[in-house]
Each structure stands twice: as C-alpha cells, then as structure tokens.
C-alpha cells in the first residue's frame, strides 16, 4: 500500500519530545514539541519509486480506495470491480439553454467520474437528458407558428430557446394557448400524432448531435445518453406497482392527480399500533397490513390531466438503471435546490425496491452568481466558453511568457481559456454558491501558481502553463544536463538536502493524502488548492553542472513532480498541454 498509514509510520525511527521554558512568563510551563527522526534514505526511496512512473492510477489509485474510511458516505467501499457505479450528470433540457448549474455539474460531475476510474471502478457516466415534458407542448405549439427549418438546421439549441421563449408567453397571455400545450405534450405522450412525435425526434436528434460537440469541447465523454421519454409508459407501471402496495391516493377530487403517500408506512403484519391500518392484498393472495402515521408524505406522481411527472419518470429511470448496470452506487449531480425533489425520490425507491438503500446520493453543488458576457446575461454555455477563448487570445498575445506557433494559437487558447473556466469554478468548495469573476477566472488564463520546476522562472502562470513548462524543462534537462534520465537509478539522499527540494518533497509526499480526502468529499477544490501549493516549490535547485549522482537524483524528482500535476489535472477534467 503505498504511501499508507503504516508506511509513512515506518520511515520513523525515533521519536523525540523537546521541552524549552517559556520565553516570556515562567508561569505558563514550558513549551513542548514532538520531534520525529526519519529514515531518509528509505522515504526517499519509496517516494521517488512510486511517482517516477507515467501511470499513477497503478499506484496511487488502488491505494487511495483501500485507504479511504468512507465516513462521508460519498466514496464507494473496496469491491472487486463487478459492481459499477454510476454518475448521473449535466443532464441538460433540450428545450431550454444549457445554463450554469448543467455547466457546473457537468464539470463536477466528470471529476467525480474521472476520480472513481481512477481508483480503479467500473463508471457508467451517464446524460439524462429532458426531453420530455409540458414543455415540449408549448414547443411543438410554437415552432407550428414560429419556427425556421433554416434556423434549426444552423443552431438548433439556439433557435429551440428563442421559440419555446415565445411560446411561453403566448401561454403566459391565453389559458387557450395554455391547454393547446397540455393537450400537445398528451398527444405526444400517448403518441396518438405521429406529426409531433416526428418533429419531438428531429428536435431531439438536432439537439443531442449539437450538445455532443460542446461536450468534446469541454473533454467529457459520457458511456450512456438517456432520457425522460424513455420512461412515459414505465412511470404509469410504477404508480400502479405503488398501488398494489397500498401507497397510492387519488386526490380526492375529479382531477385525476395521485399521489404516494411516504414516509408513514410500516410493516406490522397486524401488530397493535397506534394508526390506521390498511390491509392490502399481495399478489400471492397474503393480507400485509400497512399503519399510516400522522406526518405521512404525499408526493404527486400522476398530474389532474392523467400525465406522469419527472418525480414518476425518475422513479421509473432508476429501476431500469439497477436492472441494467446492477450498480454499488449512483450518483446525481445536481443543484442544492434540488434536494426535495431528491428526498422524495429516496423516500419512494426502496418502497419499491430494498436494494435501493444506501446506494443513491445526491451530490449537491451551489450555485453561481452574475455569470456573464461582455454582450449581456448569458443564455449558452457556447457564449461562455467562446469568451474565454478571446480572452484567452488577448492574455497570450501580452504576455511574454507564451510562445505559441500560428498552426496551434486557436486550438491552445480554446484550452487555456476552458481551463481557466473549470479551475476557477473548482477552487471553490463545491456546495458553496460563488460570484463569477472574468478578472479572477481569466486573470492569468486560470489558476495562478508559482512554477516550481524551472529554475529562476517566478512569472505566475496558470496550471496548464505550469505544467507546459515543466514537460519543457524536464525535457530540456535530460537533453541538456549533460546526464541520461535513468528510472532504474538508485536516488541520491545527499542530493535532496536542500529546504526547497525537502519542500518538493514534503508536497509529493501529501499527494496521496489529498486523493484520499478528495475521494471521501469529492470536492474537487482540494485537489485544486494543492496542485497551487505543490507549484510553490523554490527554483533554486540545480541540475546542470552537477555531480552526475546529484543530477541523476534531482532529474528524478523533477519528473515526478509533472507527474504529479499532470494527474491532478487529469482527475480535474483538464487538458495538460505539451506545448505551447
């Protein structure tokens, strides 16, 4: 185990306490310290070993699983891989613009992606998609009267908003205009109009194709893509399989509505129990006798008109993800807004099914404040991510740092830009709501840190720069220093005396802490602070010139300190630049 408890324990030798008199006021005691002597030799050994190689995730990966106490309830216990997990993220409307809060979950929710493959998990990252719904009746409505066939071929996300927007204040000025779109979406539900079920798909099918190239431009894959009108008829089976359990109510009234009822239940198999018992007849002809409590939950799952909701769909959603995928655990990336909608959801499922406990958690996130534009408020994810490639030009363009050629300059500054897109919303905790800052988030093109491995250069740069810079001088050394990088070469202990390679040292040696704390919190804003911290690391240390052993050993440690960053920025969802 690499890099464990019980490892960092064995480079102690001896243990020593260290008492010295208050300097200023002999009756406050004495001041004592606990001094640890370590094998050198050995921690710098082992800590060179396991960081030397390209692939971390062989290492630091199964270590981080095995070492994780789980007390947080995020990260997935040890297992033997049989059992994905899957992460349920993005999941934008297609009706309506890919706004902030998909873009942050789509951020986070490739993160915690990325982090379970990295300890070794089978993950199913999976989109479910909107496309379903009452809106999609006042759509349908309103491409009839406003819709472009041009326009949608050219920018479908774009046109699909700025017509459903017109939609919707038809229906906001006419209750005829209102019920035409309930009427709609029932047609399309019960797909009694195969006009609108064809133009529902062309819709969809225009939307998605355009939705997957945002995705490549941001690095996030998904393995699935579902959606909520996969499960129309499914959410009718879970509302009557309710039923049969005796946790249906209808409203009450000649609306239709019904609702589960939660919360309130229990199993007593005719026991006396303060509360009304209902006897329900099973399938096997058994009589189970359910009491319902005061403080029961009614949840709607079917609407006054006959429709299933999204509450029903999802329901419906996660019975088909457990028989496909027979998950460990699943995650949903959402908003904190969101969390009723989530409550209710966990509070139906394992009525329905007991292996739904403990398996499902909602991954809240805050929110972000005063996203916008040099143009205005923004509306598309694409606005966003094109202004941070221009700014992303101008800051290259000034600086005398960056020496990117002509064929590359359009592709890098995307990256750059995007990058500093995703440090910037990651520094922060992930549950806290932040106020969007172009200064903050583009100042440097990303996060401002100190180049730690090339020697006399202090400019602040940002993470992909730094780690640029550092594939460059590494690079650079094992041409120029006048040695041969050699991975097999026992390491020099003398030759890492200095404070700033101890410092190195020190950052490398908490990577795989900071993987462990990551992993129980999934909050990307701790990977992100140390990857700051870890590029703190003084320029003084020299290779070239040096004693063939020294320069061997330093070379050494220089290759892995990239090493380190060029995972973080992986796990992160960044792209480390070779070049530029």
């Not at 891989?81 to 993005?90: A, D, H, M, R, T």
């Not at 700025?162 to 035409?180: I, K």
């Not at 996969?230 to 399989?241: I, L, N, Q, T």
């Not at 809240?364 to 490639?389: H, P, Q």
Request: hydrophobic share 35%; aromatic share 10%.
């Amino acid at each position: 185990m690499h890099f464990s408890l019980q490892l960092k324990l064995s480079f102690i030798t001896r243990i020593r306490l260290e008492t010295n008199p208050s300097p200023d006021d002999s009756a406050h005691g004495s001041d004592h310290k606990i001094l640890l002597d370590i094998d050198d030799r050995f921690y710098v050994t082992q800590l060179i070993h396991d960081l030397k190689g390209d692939k971390l995730s062989q290492t630091y990966g199964t270590n981080t699983l095995n070492n994780s106490s789980d007390s947080s309830g995020y990260g997935c216990p040890s297992h033997d891989g049989s059992q994905p997990v899957v992460v349920e993220f993005s999941s934008p409307n297609i009706a309506k613009p890919f706004h902030v809060g998909n873009y942050r979950s789509t951020i986070i929710g490739n993160f915690v992606a990325n982090f379970h493959r990295f300890c070794g998990h089978r993950v199913v990252g999976l989109n479910y998609l909107g496309d379903f719904g009452t809106q999609f009746g006042i759509l349908s409505l309103a491409y009839d009267r406003f819709g472009d066939d041009h326009q949608l071929a050219a920018n479908p996300l774009r046109h699909l908003f700025d017509v459903y927007v017109r939609g919707n204040q038809e229906c906001e000025a006419s209750e005829e205009w209102r019920q035409s779109a309930k009427d709609r979406f029932r047609a399309l539900e019960t797909k009694q109009n195969t006009d609108v079920l064809n133009q529902w798909l062309r819709f969809r099918e225009l939307s998605v194709d355009r939705l997957k190239s945002l995705y490549r431009r941001l690095g996030v894959e998904f393995d699935e893509f579902h959606s909520e009108s996969m499960y129309s008829e499914a959410g009718h089976e879970v509302v009557d399989e309710l039923r049969q359990l005796g946790l249906i109510e209808s409203a009450g009234d000649d609306s239709g509505a019904q609702y589960a009822v939660v919360g309130g239940h229990s199993s007593t198999n005719g026991a006396n129990t303060v509360g009304l018992k209902i006897p329900v007849i099973k399938s096997d002809g058994s009589t189970l006798y359910l009491t319902r409590y005061r403080g029961s939950l009614k949840i709607p799952v079917i609407k006054s008109d006959g429709s299933t909701l999204y509450l029903t769909r999802d329901i419906a959603a996660a019975i088909h993800r457990k028989q496909l995928f027979s998950f460990n655990k699943m995650f949903y990336i959402v908003d904190s807004s969101q969390a009723k909608h989530f409550n209710n959801l966990f509070q139906i499922l394992p009525k329905l099914d007991h292996e739904f406990e403990g398996k499902l958690i909602h991954l809240r996130f805050g929110r972000i404040l005063g996203m916008s534009t040099r143009k205005g408020d923004i509306v598309f994810l694409e606005d966003v991510l094109n202004e941070a490639k221009e700014r992303a030009i101008e800051s290259c363009k000034t600086s005398p740092n960056t020496k990117i050629s002509e064929d590359n300059f359009d592709s890098v500054a995307d990256i750059l830009g995007i990058s500093g897109l995703l440090v910037h919303d990651m520094s922060y905790r992930r549950v806290q709501d932040y106020r969007f800052n172009w200064d903050k988030a583009l100042r440097h093109t990303g996060l401002s840190v100190q180049l730690g491995f090339s020697r006399g250069c202090m400019a602040t740069v940002t993470v992909a720069q730094c780690h640029v810079r550092a594939v460059r001088y590494v690079q650079s050394l094992e041409t120029n220093c006048g040695v041969d990088i050699d991975l097999d070469f026992e390491p020099n202990v003398d030759a890492l005396s200095d404070f700033e390679a101890k410092l190195l040292m020190n950052r490398l040696s908490q990577f795989d802490e900071i993987l462990i704390a990551s992993y129980e919190s999934l909050d990307p804003s701790l990977l992100v602070h140390y990857l700051n911290a870890l590029n703190r690391a003084n320029q003084a240390l020299r290779v070239k010139g040096q004693e063939s052993d020294v320069a061997k050993t330093r070379l050494l440690l220089f290759r892995c300190g990239r090493n380190v960053l060029n995972q973080g920025m992986r796990l992160l969802g960044l792209k480390p630049l070779m070049s530029m």
